[in-house]
Structures are given as structure tokens and as C-alpha cells.
């Protein structure tokens, strides 16, 4: 029995470097892999069990193998016989619309729109609103926020708050020395928490952007 696990892992290996290379495949090339760790006459006896169960065979007199179509038949039932991959589409959906979401804000919002799903990765876009004209003389808030952003202090400050669906929400941020304002609200992506925000220095269009997050609810 477990010599008979061993032979099929080791046709695993032998197809999936088949099937990646798409010619047949050596045997000192498999005792090079990480995945195959057997000695070199273990491994050929392995793979002359194989060729007597016809999962392999030699297309010419050489240490080549090639799957047959038992052996590929063996190689598909054992994946199908495998739990699948966890892929989770709603959260891959939730991802794009939040990326889409934050996009279009950072168009027409006054500051830097940040986006994150709760537990996991968050996108921002707007670092060049940091950039304008009338920035140019708070080069030290510009860095301060942009690294508030990059360290992810904004997604940790914001997610201990404790935050109502459908509700626009302001707070400000003393990080090293700066007060940073920040306009957000919660909603709800194809069953997941996200936050959506808006980040900037004090000096900011707070009614154009609550307009803005309220919009974005409406739309919901």
C-alpha cells in the first residue's frame, strides 16, 4: 500500500514535468527535483513498476519516460479525488469592485482615497493630490501621510473603531506631529466588510467629500 502511494506520487511528478515541458522526461533529471527523494536505483526501480503497470512507458531505448493514457487517466482521477484549492470568487469580486470604487473617488475626491477589505490586502490611489500647487509648502505632512498609508496605520486605526453599515464617519490622526483628517464609511462588498476612505492634512474640502461618501451609498 504504501509503496503503491509512493509510485503514484512519483507519476504525479513524472506527468506534471511532462505536461510543463511537453517531452519526455529523464531520470536523472527527476533525482535533480526536491520532490523526488529517492536514490537513483530506488528511483529507477519505481519507475520500471511504473512501465510494468503501463502508467509509463520508453518511446525509444533510453531512460525517457512519457505517460500513457492509463497513466494520465491515473494522474486526473487522483486530482479529482482531491479537496479543490480554496478560491474564494465573491472576495476576488469584492476586490475588484473596492479597486474600481477607490478609482473613481480619487478623480473627484479632495485628498487621498484609501480602500481596504477587513483581514485583508487594501489599495490607495490619490498620492498625487499631495502633490497640487497649494501643497507645496507641507512637504512634511505629504511624507507623513503618505507614510501612514504605505505602513498601513490608517487600516489599524480605522478598523478599531467600531463602525455602523451605511454611516459616513470623521476623525483625526496625531501621527508624528501632524494631524491628519479622515472621512470614511463602511459597506458591504459581495459579503465583506470594507472600509473606504478619505485622508488629507487638515486644510480640507470636508463637505465635498462627505457629499462624495454619501454618494457612494446611495449607489450600494
Not at 522526461?25 to 519505481?46: C, G, H, I, Q
Not at 489599495?123 to 502633490?131: H, R
Request: glycine share 2%.
Amino acid at each position: 500500500m504504501q509503496e503503491n502511494t509512493k509510485l503514484l506520487a512519483l507519476l504525479d511528478t513524472v506527468i506534471d514535468c511532462y505536461l510543463d515541458k511537453w517531452e519526455p522526461v529523464w531520470s536523472k533529471f527527476l533525482n535533480s527535483l526536491e520532490a523526488v527523494d529517492y536514490a537513483p536505483s530506488t528511483l529507477r526501480k519505481y519507475l520500471n513498476a511504473l512501465e510494468k503497470q503501463w502508467m509509463v512507458y520508453q518511446p525509444y531505448n533510453s531512460s525517457w519516460r512519457m505517460p500513457t493514457l492509463q497513466g494520465l487517466s491515473a494522474y486526473i482521477d487522483t486530482a479529482l479525488a482531491q479537496k479543490p484549492e480554496e478560491v474564494d470568487i465573491q472576495l476576488d469580486s469584492a476586490r475588484k469592485w473596492l479597486k474600481s470604487l477607490v478609482e473613481a473617488l480619487w478623480e473627484v475626491s479632495d485628498g487621498v482615497v484609501v480602500g481596504f477589505i477587513r483581514n485583508d490586502e487594501y489599495y490607495y490611489l490619490g498620492i498625487n493630490n499631495l502633490l497640487r500647487d497649494d501643497m507645496i509648502d507641507e512637504y512634511s505632512a505629504t511624507r507623513t501621510i503618505i507614510r501612514f498609508i504605505e505602513e498601513k496605520k490608517i487600516v489599524a486605526f480605522i478598523d478599531k473603531k467600531i463602525l455602523k453599515n451605511w454611516e459616513v464617519y470623521y476623525t483625526f490622526v496625531n501621527d508624528a506631529d501632524t494631524l491628519i483628517s479622515c472621512v470614511y464609511v463602511k459597506v458591504n462588498l459581495d459579503g465583506y466588510d470594507a472600509v473606504i476612505s478619505i485622508v488629507w492634512p487638515l486644510r480640507v474640502n470636508y463637505k465635498k467629500n462627505i457629499a462624495i461618501l454619501k454618494k457612494v451609498l446611495e449607489s450600494l
